[in-house]
């Protein structure tokens, strides 16, 4: 069974930086599409970064030149790097895990990222 914890989250001002790890077991994350999603408070769940097995990454536009997904094989671990955060990047962070072998995919509980002053 594929488990992901996240970890990262916290408080943080306008401008600052957080880094954000998921941990996967149960699969590896080099033959994993690997993601992170936000959903703030009355909005749906959106992606933000995108790591596919043969490291192709895609972004939201609104993250992009701010935010950096990369994953570690050896750790098994994917990260979200973000940097200038603004107030309207405030939401529950969730990793996302799509093995390249199954047509099943997984969920992480989040973390929460709060972008204020």
């Not at 080099?30 to 749906?44: E, H, L, N």
């Not at 940097?83 to 996302?96: F, G, I, M, W």
Request: aromatic share 8%; glycine share 10%.
């Amino acid at each position: 069974q594929v488990r992901l914890v996240e970890s990262g989250g916290g408080l943080v001002q306008p401008g600052g930086s957080l880094r954000l790890s998921c941990a996967a077991s149960g699969t590896m994350v080099s033959i994993t599409a690997m993601g992170w999603y936000r959903q703030a408070p009355g909005k749906q769940r959106d992606l933000v970064a995108r790591l596919s097995s043969d490291g192709t990454t895609n972004y939201a536009d609104s993250v992009k030149g701010r935010f950096t997904i990369s994953r570690d094989d050896a750790k098994n671990t994917v990260y979200l790097q973000m940097n200038s955060l603004k107030p309207e990047d405030t939401a529950v962070y969730y990793c996302h895990a799509c093995p390249d072998y199954s047509p099943s995919n997984y969920w992480g509980q989040g973390t929460q990222v709060t972008v204020s002053s």
